[in-house]
């Protein structure tokens, strides 16, 4: 202890130090901190004293112990001998302050949800004489007989306290429960149930036992009352008139609580332990004689005296079995208050709104309404300073310094009743100064009961004034003499009756004594009879002993069986597991192995057909290259031979050059127009014509997107198409293309003649699957023009002139000219079709040495090879 608010741990020898290699002293604050030699007295009047103040004054109150197992909590609640806890104080002292106005027994009954009706004194009386008659079979020996010895000097007389502050114009009555919670579940201890002590209370698996002889106690369940309140449904409320009886229900229900003997404590506690102490008062009326029989005005308070059961590590208690099960839901329990607390901590310093988990624990859902703001709480913190429980200690003391930081508001209190007080007081004089006056007047003294009495004054004849003002007044004192003599005859009257009925008495009680003195023979035979019973008693005694020992012995074998089919379980379950994952593992490898067979498969048939066409593309390469060789080698032969001619004869005149081989043509390409690339005619050498336009076949009611490059001429001759619903665009965009059905690509090129010819590329735009736009060509249509005072151009293909290869040239540069501008004009997915729409126009045009490249051109295009590829071919056959 550093202060009477600080405390210092510090770490013990051997334990691992920090990052520094220093061991680190932890300091914590506390609103008081109780040294070694604290006396349960000053405990007391610093933690519980206020606590019954508050009870007495109508306020709720939470009062539990935490800590590590063996820390002292359950000794700081009960005590011992001579050293009286927190519990038996707090009963002594309720009891002092209220004892002199606690009401009749059975006045105030509980209405089993949570509250406290009010019974009248008819009611009462016949409940008590009721549970009096029922009181006469035997039963085990009452504390008022025979106080319980470790209870018996828990607290000296010097050391009794009691509150000054009491409202004496109330009526009080007190009534305990005690429950715990075991196992997360809520048990009753004050319940009556046959208990058989020889079997056990649960089997393995928290099953209860079900026989004959032994009925479990039934778990109970938490309810909320009108008022918002937790509490737990058919739990049994005793009301009690002293300390004594209170210890004695306190006892009976520390009996059946479960505590076990661990490595860390020989008597653990394995449950949570609630004794709530609840005080009903209900004023009283005007007069201040009797309760006032209203239940709105019964006020109800309660004090919840908690025994947390100790958190623990199992490694070091060595838990198996039952004791394990119980230490880990111990520790949940007590980790589901700390995280109720931070979560409570945390919504007041941050502002936050989030739920706190009550209801994950029985315990915090019990005391949900205390940490909500309807009653006091505090919480005692017991510290072990042993070295084995410095880490646990660490972890306890952080979350108690924490749950400071949590700020409960207070409930505003509310008058009970506007009477006039100091009516007991009143009431208590006015019967005082009664019995004084029947006793000088010689009447019965007792005056217990003011409604006879009040009768038997009435009854009498009043007394007329007596005042006497004249010597010669002879009418004042026959008056008198005649209202004494009345009152005189009344008396002797009543005296009459009064002997009458005394004798009556007597009568009554010599038939009583002669029907006791025939009870009493009989209860003797009865005495003899049950000495013959204690016998046999005995001798059964002695047999339960022997089955006991008999049944102790059996208990063992089955404990031993039942740890070996446990054993036998768990192996057959990790078994089980085990060829359950085997199982999954080898499907897994089965899958693996039929997706690597197939992916090698598609591998196996793309490498096919990836060699396929290689071979293929080679053997072409090598045919060309076999048909150029073979070309040239019959070029060389023919130069030879025309040299050879040249020079064999003096007179031989000019020979024509060789001519290269034609391939053979068709008869349909005759009618088919060489076409060559060139650049387009200058408008100069074009003749002026009248401007004159006509309606395109393509003009309908569809839009049109209509691609115009910016290198085309305006001829003004007739063939002009116009598109009235069309966009015209230099280069066509998606924007263009989304809002139309129909696109026209206008291309112009010089003609076999030499002149100007226009060619309108149709298709149709279609949406693709990725959101784009697509074009699908459809139709060519040729828009040519003719000068008539132009000389013709053409030649006939096969001829052996110079000019037929050049126009053959021009076609095949034409062709690729043609398909280089669809493919710079950005319409590379509809190329394929363009091209092989064409291809069998301009095929025969071709001399037989380009005709294998222009083939190898279309397959790259049908092959779908990218745009540079195809760009890089049409160059390579232009070249």
Same mark, same amino acid.
């Given at each position: 202890m550093i202060s009477s608010s600080t405390i210092q741990l510090h770490a013990p020898d051997g334990l691992k130090a920090n990052r520094n290699g220093e061991y680190k002293e932890m300091q914590y604050s506390f609103k008081k901190v109780f040294g070694i030699k604290t006396t349960q007295t000053e405990l007391f009047e610093d933690v519980a004293k206020p606590l019954i103040e508050d009870l007495i004054h109508c306020k709720n109150g939470l009062l539990f112990t935490y800590g590590v197992t063996g820390s002292g909590k359950t000794y700081t609640m009960t005590g011992s001998p001579g050293e009286g806890g927190l519990l038996p104080r707090s009963l002594d002292m309720l009891f002092n302050s209220i004892g002199p106005f606690q009401a009749k027994r059975y006045v105030f009954k509980p209405d089993d949800k949570n509250g406290i009706e009010i019974q009248n004194q008819v009611d009462a009386l016949l409940e008590r004489q009721k549970r009096d008659s029922q009181a006469s079979v035997p039963k085990t020996p009452s504390s008022r007989q025979k106080a319980d010895p470790e209870f018996a000097d828990m607290i000296n007389p010097d050391e009794a306290c009691k509150s000054e502050s009491v409202d004496e114009d109330c009526c009080y009555s007190v009534f305990v429960s005690y429950i715990e919670i075991y196992n997360n579940y809520v048990y009753d201890l004050l319940e009556d149930a046959p208990f058989d002590p020889i079997r056990p209370k649960w089997l393995d698996g928290n099953t209860p036992v079900r026989n004959k002889d032994f009925i479990p106690p039934q778990s109970k369940i938490l309810r909320e009352d009108q008022n918002h309140n937790m509490y737990v449904a058919g739990c049994t409320e005793l009301e009690v008139k002293s300390k004594e009886e209170a210890f004695e229900v306190f006892w009976k229900g520390q009996k059946k609580r479960r505590i076990a003997n661990t490595q860390l404590n020989r008597e653990s506690s394995r449950s949570h332990s609630v004794f709530t102490v609840k005080l009903a008062q209900a004023p009283l009326d005007a007069d201040g004689d009797y309760i006032l029989q209203d239940k709105s005005q019964v006020n109800v308070s309660q004090l919840c005296l908690v025994d947390l059961a100790g958190s623990e590590r199992t490694n070091r208690t060595r838990a198996e079995g039952s004791r394990l099960r119980e230490a880990g839901n111990i520790n949940q329990s007590l980790m589901t208050l700390r995280t109720c607390m931070e979560v409570l901590r945390e919504n007041q310093m941050f502002g936050t709104n989030r739920m706190v988990p009550y209801r994950d624990s029985k315990v915090t859902h019990l005391f949900k309404n205390y940490f909500d703001g309807e009653g006091k709480v505090r919480m005692i913190v017991c510290v072990n300073p042993k070295a084995e429980d410095y880490e646990e200690t660490l972890l306890v003391m952080r979350f108690a310094e924490m749950t400071q930081e949590v700020e409960v508001a207070r409930p505003v209190d509310r008058p009970i009743y506007g009477l006039v007080p100091g009516r007991r007081q009143r009431n208590q004089a006015f019967k005082d100064e009664l019995s004084r006056r029947l006793e000088e007047r010689?009447?019965?003294?007792?005056?217990?009961?003011?409604?006879?009495?009040?009768?038997?004054?009435? %009854?009498?004849?009043?007394?007329?004034?007596?005042?006497?003002?004249?010597?010669?007044?002879?009418?004042?004192?026959?008056?008198?003499?005649?209202?004494?003599? &009345? &009152?005189?005859?009344?008396? =002797?009257?009543?005296?009459?009756?009064?002997?009458?009925?005394?004798?009556?008495?007597?009568?009554?009680?010599?038939?009583?004594?002669?029907?006791?003195? %025939?009870?009493?023979?009989?209860?003797?035979?009865?005495?003899?009879?049950?000495?013959?019973?204690?016998? /046999?008693?005995?001798?059964?005694?002695?047999?339960?002993?022997?089955?006991?020992?008999?049944?102790?012995?059996? $208990?063992?074998?089955?404990?031993?069986?039942?740890?070996?089919? $446990?054993?036998?379980? =768990?192996?057959? @379950? %990790?078994?089980?597991? $085990?060829?359950?994952? *085997?199982?999954? *593992?080898?499907?897994?490898?089965?899958?693996?192995?039929?997706?690597?067979?197939?992916?090698?498969?598609?591998?196996?048939?793309?490498?096919?057909?990836?060699?396929?066409?290689?071979?293929?593309?080679?053997?072409?390469?090598?045919?060309?290259?076999?048909?150029?060789?073979?070309? /040239?080698?019959?070029?060389?032969?023919? =130069?030879?031979?025309?040299?050879?001619?040249?020079?064999?004869? +003096?007179?031989?005149?000019?020979?024509?050059?060789?001519?290269?081989?034609? @391939? +053979?043509?068709?008869?349909?390409?005759?009618?088919?127009?060489?076409?060559?690339?060139? %650049?387009?005619?200058?408008?100069?050498?074009?003749?002026?014509?009248?401007?004159?336009?006509?309606?395109? &076949?393509?003009?309908?009611?569809?839009?049109?997107?209509?691609?115009?490059?910016?290198?085309?001429?305006?001829?003004?001759?007739?063939?002009?198409?116009?598109? +009235?619903?069309?966009?015209?665009?230099?280069?066509?965009?998606?924007?263009?293309?989304?809002?139309?059905?129909k696109y026209v690509l206008r291309h112009q090129e010089l003609a076999s003649d030499g002149e100007i010819e226009t060619k309108l590329i149709k298709g149709n735009v279609f949406k693709t699957r990725g959101g784009g736009q697509a074009v699908q060509f459809t139709d060519i249509e040729t828009l040519k023009q003719e000068c008539p005072t132009a000389p013709s151009r053409k030649r006939r293909s096969g001829s052996g002139e110079g000019p037929t290869d050049f126009n053959e040239n021009r076609v095949c540069l034409f062709s690729l000219k043609f398909l280089y501008i669809l493919l710079h004009n950005h319409i590379f997915h509809n190329t394929c079709t363009i091209f092989s729409f064409i291809f069998p126009i301009i095929y025969n045009f071709f001399p037989f040495r380009l005709q294998w490249q222009t083939q190898v051109l279309l397959k790259a295009i049908r092959s779908k090879q990218n745009k540079a590829q195809i760009l890089r071919l049409c160059c390579l056959s232009k070249s």
């Open positions: 010689g009447g019965p003294v007792n005056g217990e009961d003011p409604v006879l009495l009040n009768q038997l004054i009435e %009854s009498l004849p009043p007394l007329p004034p007596c005042e006497l003002s004249d010597p010669s007044d002879d009418q004042t004192l026959p008056r008198m003499i005649e209202v004494l003599e &009345r &009152r005189h005859r009344i008396r =002797q009257m009543i005296t009459e009756q009064f002997n009458q009925t005394a004798n009556a008495m007597k009568s009554m009680l010599q038939q009583f004594d002669s029907q006791i003195h %025939s009870k009493e023979t009989v209860l003797f035979d009865q005495r003899s009879k049950l000495g013959e019973k204690d016998k /046999v008693i005995i001798n059964q005694k002695t047999e339960i002993e022997r089955l006991e020992k008999k049944s102790k012995t059996l $208990e063992y074998k089955i404990d031993i069986l039942q740890k070996t089919t $446990e054993m036998y379980e =768990q192996d057959k @379950r %990790s078994l089980q597991q $085990e060829l359950e994952s *085997r199982e999954q *593992r080898l499907q897994k490898e089965l899958a693996e192995r039929r997706r690597m067979e197939q992916r090698m498969q598609g591998m196996v048939t793309d490498t096919k057909m990836k060699w396929e066409k290689e071979c293929e593309r080679r053997v072409n390469a090598k045919q060309l290259e076999m048909q150029n060789k073979l070309w /040239v080698k019959d070029e060389k032969l023919k =130069q030879l031979k025309a040299i050879v001619t040249e020079n064999g004869g +003096p007179g031989s005149g000019p020979t024509e050059p060789p001519v290269k081989p034609d @391939r +053979p043509s068709r008869e349909r390409d005759r009618h088919v127009a060489q076409k060559r690339s060139a %650049s387009p005619t200058p408008l100069s050498t074009v003749p002026p014509v009248r401007p004159m336009h006509r309606r395109s &076949r393509s003009a309908g009611g569809e839009k049109w997107v209509d691609h115009k490059p910016p290198t085309n001429l305006d001829l003004d001759t007739v063939l002009q198409p116009i598109l +009235p619903n069309a966009i015209k665009v230099s280069t066509p965009n998606e924007k263009a293309l989304s809002k139309c059905h």
